[in-house]
């Protein structure tokens, strides 16, 4: 143990508008001793996710902001390599809210451990974690697909997006995929029969998506908000769902975005919105990760993951999602 | 029969922004006769209502444009004068869309036989009827409004308003109505046990708002729209409920009119948010009526009617609704 070293990634200012690297500082630390019922892990895999924009700014949000000067906790992958609980044993993959450093200390009820043998072990952040569980409750609970029905998905391309599309399609739907490059758009459209796909960032939005959703739309799925969302909301049908699951496109404003106001839209088609967080759905989660591993092992759904390597590129990995640089489940390889 | 003489008032043009009188005209017309299974009725009340607006524009909206030139359409009671159906005599008092003019025929599917030994007639059309019903199963239904929650109710003064704000009363919530001046919000206040009124004319309805809903927003009942509810919506709390009956705000405006993006505060509430026409329920109308009814008859409920007399001023009483001029139920006395 002595020769091990820690390191950890901190927030040291809250981003401004974008996040920058300079918000982040990689610092030196020490190996954390597990007490009696925790684990000692070693950190495999980081995830990099969306939300975790909402937690470096200090406003109201589902899930505090995080503190500063302190390590940024979000979900991971590691190895036990110290357990003092009976729950785990040393070589077991565990994933939890690990945070961004090389080692960590949990408790056995913040962890779950992974089979890697059923699946590569990064689906537990992927399509089999919070993503897919994401996918699967928020377009089949809230959105109620029907089949035939017209599905439009802004961030068709992303960790959660990708795995919309395909139970989309699952469910027999027509499903359209906004995307920003055309590289994502003929990945969802050859690898994910998605129906048709629109590159926001240089088609006319509103004409393309008027096209491809001739008979209108019935559930929107959206990740992105701004201005794809309001060229969707003109061609909302009656009793159209909406799935509030991100608005990245909003999230590095620094003060509140206008846009076009949809309650006319909401009201004349009799529509819903909801917002939702997938922790809202724990109790049925065993339920989803079944599903969603049966159509996996079925071959009926599909995953693209971008990992990035090294520990170190964890905040320019973060970064890059607004940029809109991944296809798929954004991760870092420690 | 021959010294009847009908009137129609006929919709001449379509509003370009707010209705003028001169949108409208009143013709001489023959008294239409009955054919088998047909009833004639003559008018003796005619509903004024917010949505009637839509039906004049030439736009997608939840019922079809009126035509032009022809008689606007709209809920009436009237007497029956000859039935040529089993299910009405002469003299029964009945409600349908009758539209606005003196004498109609309908068939008998088209019409609601009213007793008025129960209740005065004009109920029908008010706390009994379309209004009193979208008040009913939009805050219980889609609101769902628990014990102590506070309810933010726009339009709080007109025929749904003040329904919504006493079943939210009825219902153990905290009640803060907003509505155009402060003979309204007197009457809220004193006759109808509103915890808290605001008048957004005069008031800075952002602040009054924060300090009428201490602990935030659990159940917006919106009639209106625009301002109101981007003031609303930074209040709302987790698993906020939003009923969008009507947006009487926008409905003059010439185009979209932009505002503040609410899903940020949908998403980060986990919120819903339901637009939503009282003939969805149609199949629960009974329920609703009953338990108005009984309400009613137990002094909880009160309703408020503004009642024009003359055929010919139904036009201006139109026109005062977008003023708002009326205190709870518009009506036209024939």
Redesign the interface.
Known sequence: MAAMKNKQILLISRPAGSPIMANFRIVDADVPQPGDGEILIRTLYLSVDPYMR?RMSDR???VPPFALNEVITGGAIGEVLESRSKAFEPGDIVTGMLGWQLYSVAKETELRKIDPTSAPVTTALGVLGMPGLTAYFGLLDIGQPKDGETIVVSGAAGAVGTIVCQIGKIKGCRVVGVAGNDEKNQYLEHQLWVDETINYKTADVKQALREACPEGVDVYF?NV??AV?DAVMPLIN?GARII????IA?YNLEK?????????Y????????????IT?YAARFAEGVGQLGQWLAQGKLKYAENIIEGFENAPQAFLGLFAGENLGKQLVKV
Do not use: T
Not at 256 to 264: C, L, N, S, Y
């Open positions: 909402g109201k949000s589902y959206d908000g701004g969302s009656k509030l699951c991100g608005q909003l509140p975005d206008v846009g076009p106001r949809i309650q006319p909401l009201l004349v088609n009799r529509a819903l919105m909801k917002g939702f967080i809202d």
